[in-house]
């Protein structure tokens, strides 16, 4: 693009994808043939019917602030102040999924703590809901209460 004889050039900085070891390991010939062995079978089931195909992401989200913000100050100031929290911030694990017609589950909420609190689940999508554990992680009593979820919502056929 040229602008009153000046060339203008366009950079963008974007962040590099970490792939952990394990997961570049993954990606091979081998496995990508197991993948295709189950997902060819399972799409015939389907009859490649794109509103029965689900993908499902478990993800955790720190509900404090990490990054501190960049503000507009006077030059002659010296220091610009703000209060943050303290906490070191917690976890909440959130369960999605969504299909490619975009049918919508709505999501499982595991909370870091020992006992629920209803206020917790002010704002959430309708239909979600909730579990606490220590941790913040999804187990295995946790994850099958959201398939019996999944279940509700999906009405599957067999």
Sequence with gaps: MEE??????????????????????GLNLESAAQFF?????????????PARLYNCDETGITIVQHKHTKILGLKEKCQIS????????????VVTCLS?????????????????????????P???????????????????QWFLHFIKHTKPTK
Excluded at 37 to 45: E, G, K
């Design 4 to 25: 009153s004889g000046c060339k203008i050039s366009y950079v963008v900085i974007k962040k590099f994808l970490l792939v952990f070891t394990l997961r570049a390991r």
């Design 37 to 49: 062995l189950i997902y060819d079978p399972a799409m015939d089931t389907i009859q490649h019917n």
């Design 82 to 93: 703000s209060v943050q929290s303290a906490d070191q911030g917690s976890l909440v694990t």
């Design 100 to 124: 490619p017609t975009g049918h919508f589950i709505p999501p499982l909420l595991v909370f870091t703590r020992k006992y629920m609190k209803q206020e917790l689940m002010n704002g959430t």
């Design 126 to 144: 309708p239909g979600s809901i909730q579990a606490c554990h220590p941790s913040g992680w999804i187990l295995s009593e946790k994850f099958i």
